[in-house]
Nanobody, 124 residues
Framework: QVQLVESGGGVVQTGDSLRLSCAAS????????VAWFRQAPGKEREFVAS????????DYAPSVKGRFAISKDNTRNTVYLQMDSLKPDDTAVYYC?????????????????WGQGTQVTVSS
């Protein structure tokens, strides 16, 4: 069993930055594929970024590429999502998820564990 705890959300203005953290217990992130998803009010959950177990490669949704960066600190067993140049459209609850598989699931239906989410609100 893996427990995930997200933190770092908040209320910021357009153009500001935030860094989200996802801390894991129960298993090392070095053995897991990890992704961030988000869900805005009235919208479906969408993929944001991922870091694969297989080669540490990263992927990003087109809407955040160049502004967001996912990274992993194995010593702290924590995955980060650095979010720069935030826009009102980035407002959502952000979730961390992980799976034992080597590969990323961009649809978000095949993850084994999810965190409780952290709210990010970007005001214009």
């Amino acid at each position: 069993q893996v427990q995930l705890v997200e933190s770092g959300g908040g209320v910021v203005q357009t153009g500001d930055s935030l860094r989200l953290s996802c801390a894991a217990s129960g298993r090392s992130f070095s053995t897991l594929t990890v992704a961030w998803f988000r869900q805005a009010p009235g919208k479906e959950r969408e993929f944001v970024a991922s870091i694969s177990r297989s080669d540490g490669g990263t992927d990003y949704a087109p809407s955040v590429k160049g502004r967001f960066a996912i990274s992993k600190d194995n010593t702290r067993n924590t995955v980060y999502l650095q979010m720069d140049s935030l826009k009102p459209d980035d407002t959502a609850v952000y979730y961390c998820a992980c799976r034992y598989s080597l590969y990323v699931d961009f649809g978000g239906t095949a993850y084994d564990f999810w965190g409780q989410g952290t709210q990010v609100t970007v005001s214009s």
